[in-house]
């Protein structure tokens, strides 16, 4: 497995995951349906672990955009519902009983945000509230001391009495994903190296976790290779404001990094694009920011600040906050804050509306969680309706399902890792590779829910270099890759045969993936006719409805 997939890089990680789900009391946002429309009822399940054993389980809700909030069965503000307790079932890996429950909250008109909180107790514990333990933060916990070699702490999933209240969120609409996006090659752009422009060299090729020199006045210049190749929409690596060369840290979300071009490079892209029929997504995170954002810097070093409670300040963290993956660089923002959500809200606002982007793919989208999402797409098909805004979530396929209503799609990991495992590792056959894709594609409904494909990107070796270099594989691969009905990504350079000179999996870091891309005598001409041909192919099969 790819080292993508972190938190279950291991049997005993996998565990971790089911684990953490099944003590406590868990919702995981699982609803039904997933996407519910107007005059639907939706009913709400949850499960109870050995561990706690409550004898009322409620759920709070709001219709009207405001918080609910409750205290034991008394609604502050918001009404109730009572779940029933539905079956129990033995389960060997958390060596207990788990319970089910379900309840049903009535049907909302079109346009409705509900909001729910979901508790339980009873008469010799105080009230607790789903998601507790968090999964995800177990998960990641367990990850993060797995490859620093430690030894994780046996409490990464107790249960925390003082758990804050997490808020669930679905929005009730008729939003489908743009018709142009199921017709869309996307090709994957890592801004800083594509290409420099203006007549000017790479300032280095050797470090490729420093600064090589790409920037978006480059890929202006290479938009009609692009074309001729035959992609009509490009995703872009992070371009705002930022402290590295990926730009997955972001310093200001007001600016275009001026090592790239700033704002009129960015809008002179834009429209160049525009003018040859080529969609442009921008790459945006929004569950964490860098150390050194003013915001961050201000709440770090002032208790006092209106900024404080944006962040998850926490004296038993590392560093004393919430980080992803611990990375002290990464500070995580706190979405569950009004202000803070409505602070990135108006970021992804601003972008389409003032820039006239066409979506957004959407970082380690399992961060902020389906709640976020929800509100994050009404904000952006108010202000574009035929915008794509499509996740990272690097999780197991059920927890990628609870994400179809709020994202128009989800990277299609699985299907990926497993083209991967086929035409790369050579550890799958072909007929095993069928097999998979075929019940993957029964679990989504991807009318509605778009899962683009991809055979290598940013974060993973390049799936020539896993193939020990041999062209036939990833021609086949890239076949293979062309003829499925979801949306192909091409990441920059594998058309051409760029490759690296170490894989990821050595402790080298993501970035060894991240080659400057070859131009002219350096690209591999019979790669790329290939794929264009390709192409081509899937083009044509799409006007004549494959």
């Not at 017709?183 to 594509?194: E, H, L, N, T």
């Not at 989504?444 to 799936?463: E, G, V, Y």
């Not at 690296?500 to 002219?520: A, C, K, V």
């Amino acid at each position: 497995m790819d080292i993508i997939f972190g938190t279950f890089a291991t049997d005993e990680l996998k565990l971790v995951h089911h684990r953490a789900k099944r003590r406590g009391l868990q919702h995981n946002f699982e609803i039904n349906p997933r996407d519910p429309k107007p005059g639907e009822a939706v009913m709400l399940s949850v499960t109870t672990g050995p561990d706690f054993n409550p004898e009322t389980v409620i759920a709070c809700y709001t219709t009207d955009g405001s918080l609910p909030v409750t205290e034991r069965d008394t609604a502050h503000n918001g009404s109730i519902i009572v779940f029933n307790r539905d079956s129990i079932e033995w389960d060997s890996f958390v060596w207990g009983y788990v319970q089910h429950w379900s309840a049903t909250l009535p049907p909302q008109p079109d346009g409705t945000l509900v909001r729910y909180q979901i508790s339980g107790w009873n008469s010799d514990t105080p009230e607790h509230y789903a998601d507790n333990p968090d999964s995800k933060l177990a998960a990641e916990a367990a990850a993060a001391a797995f490859f620093a070699e430690q030894t994780l702490p046996d409490n990464h999933y107790s249960m925390d009495a003082g758990q804050t209240p997490r808020t669930f969120a679905y929005h009730v609409d008729t939003y489908t994903p743009p018709a142009w996006a199921y017709d869309a090659i996307i090709y994957q752009i890592f801004v800083d190296r594509f290409y420099p422009g203006n007549g000017k060299s790479w300032l280095q090729t050797a470090e490729l976790d420093g600064i090589c020199g790409g920037t978006l006045w480059g890929v202006v210049e290479k938009l009609d290779y692009i074309a001729e190749l035959g992609a009509n929409c490009i995703w872009l690596s992070p371009t705002w404001v930022s402290p590295s060369h990926h730009g997955y840290d972001a310093l200001d979300y007001q600016q275009t990094e001026p090592r790239l071009g700033g704002d009129e490079a960015l809008r002179g892209l834009i429209n160049a694009a525009h003018e040859r029929g080529i969609r442009v997504l921008l790459d945006l995170v929004c569950n964490h920011v860098s150390n050194k954002h003013p915001i961050f810097l201000s709440a770090l070093n002032d208790p006092a600040s209106p900024y404080r409670d944006w962040f998850y300040f926490d004296t038993t963290r590392k560093f004393g906050y919430r980080a992803f993956f611990d990375v002290k660089t990464m500070p995580e923002l706190n979405l569950a804050n009004p202000e803070t959500r409505e602070w990135m809200l108006d970021i992804a606002r601003y972008w389409l509306e003032e820039f006239d982007i066409d979506g957004y793919r959407l970082d380690y989208a399992n961060g902020p969680g389906p709640e976020f999402w929800a509100e994050f797409q009404k904000a952006c098909k108010a202000i574009k309706p035929d915008s794509l805004c499509f996740g990272e979530i690097i999780d197991a396929p059920d927890a990628v399902q609870a994400y179809q209503g709020v994202l128009d799609g989800c990277l299609d990991f699985h299907l990926s890792d497993a083209i991967r495992r086929t035409f790369g590792w050579q550890s799958m056959s072909l007929a095993d590779l069928d097999t998979f894709r075929e019940r993957h594609a029964a679990c989504f409904d991807q009318h509605t829910f778009i899962m683009p494909t991809f055979l290598d990107n940013h974060d993973m070796d390049r799936l020539i270099y896993v193939a020990g270099g041999h062209q036939a594989a990833l021609m086949a691969a890239a076949e293979y890759q062309m003829q499925l009905p979801s949306p192909p990504i091409i990441y920059y350079g594998t058309e051409v045969g760029l490759s690296q000179e170490h894989s990821t999996r050595d402790g080298f870091g993501q970035h060894i993936s991240r080659t400057p891309m070859l131009w002219g005598d350096e690209q591999d001409q019979q790669l790329l006719a290939f794929y264009k041909a390709l192409i081509q192919q899937r083009k044509q099969a799409v006007l004549m409805g494959r």
